[in-house]
């Protein structure tokens, strides 16, 4: 699970820079770090063997916002080792 957190956080910090560099609006980069959220709680649930509604529940519970109307994760709300 460690490492699947490095490699999301390693994603969310790639995603940042390719946006300010494409000059991408901030709200196109929240969508796409909502997505990859939404896509990492989907496949943790698969691998775990957990009802995939649950971990989105529980993600969007502890990080959600609203985005265009919606509620979608948000991953800057980490708490690592906190």
Known sequence: MAAQLRFLCKTFV???IWGAIAGLPARAMDLAT????EEAAAEAARVHDIPPDILLGLTLTETGRNLGGRLRPWPWAINHAG
């Open 14 to 16: 790639a995603l940042s």
């Open 34 to 37: 909502a997505v990859i959220c």
